[in-house]
């Protein structure tokens, strides 16, 4: 055989070879950005219960955790890109610099407390606070109003639970949670 041809087919093989190379690469794929997660820590005279109330990722998926017997149990379910645009949004539009450390308690319960662990992406960047006692049993007294940027978020949080937990959304929420 001559040269020539010798020298097209090599160069074909190694242009197949290549080929199959890189389409059985796996590229390296940047895990979901977390948008909005809050862990509840209950305390009653005693004890303490921590557990995930909702976790929402960019690309829709939600997580949150269930009691289920006698152990808590993590449930996953999604929610489309336009409730997860319309919750970004929202929160890009909070005053960053008022959502700080501790805050509350808003309402007074007397067994128990209520803490919330909130972290968010935002335009301004990552964001964690903690809410104490943002919702309260009805007749219970309010010990201060709760500043408008921390019940945004606090509704957020409520409605997107609500919706993949198929429960009712807090009354004081209702007017404030973005329609799903």
Same mark, same amino acid.
């Given at each position: 055989?001559?040269?020539?041809?010798?020298?097209?087919?090599?160069?074909?093989?190694?242009?197949?070879?290549?080929?199959?190379?890189?389409?059985?690469?796996?590229?390296?794929?940047?895990?979901?950005?977390?948008?909005?997660?809050?862990?509840?820590?209950?305390?009653?005279?005693?004890?303490?219960?921590?557990?995930?109330?909702?976790?929402?990722?960019?690309?829709?998926?939600?997580?949150?955790?269930?009691?289920?017997?006698?152990?808590?149990?993590?449930?996953?379910?999604?929610?489309?890109?336009?409730?997860?645009?319309?919750? /970004?949004?929202?929160?890009?539009?909070?005053?960053?610099?008022?959502?700080?450390?501790?805050?509350?308690?808003?309402?007074?319960?007397?067994?128990?407390?209520?803490?919330?662990?909130?972290?968010?992406?935002?335009? /301004?960047?990552?964001?964690?606070?903690?809410?104490?006692?943002?919702?309260?049993?009805?007749?219970?007294?309010?010990?201060?109003?709760?500043?408008?940027?921390?019940?945004?978020?606090?509704?957020?949080?409520?409605?997107?639970?609500? /919706?993949?937990?198929?429960?009712?959304?807090?009354?004081?929420?209702?007017?404030?949670?973005?329609?799903?």
């Amino acid at each position: 055989m001559s040269p020539f041809p010798t020298f097209i087919l090599s160069i074909l093989t190694s242009v197949t070879l290549f080929s199959a190379a890189v389409n059985n690469a796996r590229w390296p794929v940047a895990p979901p950005i977390v948008v909005l997660e809050a862990t509840s820590m209950t305390r009653t005279q005693g004890s303490e219960i921590q557990y995930l109330l909702v976790r929402l990722t960019d690309d829709g998926k939600v997580e949150w955790d269930k009691y289920v017997g006698n152990a808590w149990e993590r449930q996953t379910s999604s929610v489309s890109a336009e409730r997860v645009s319309k919750i /970004q949004r929202k929160l890009d539009s909070i005053d960053k610099s008022l959502l700080h450390g501790a805050m509350g308690p808003y309402h007074v319960n007397e067994d128990t407390s209520v803490e919330l662990r909130i972290q968010m992406t935002a335009s /301004q960047g990552d964001i964690k606070f903690s809410v104490t006692n943002p919702w309260s049993e009805p007749g219970t007294p309010s010990r201060k109003r709760m500043p408008k940027e921390v019940r945004l978020v606090v509704c957020e949080v409520d409605g997107l639970y609500a /919706q993949v937990a198929g429960v009712s959304v807090d009354p004081r929420c209702k007017a404030t949670t973005s329609p799903h």
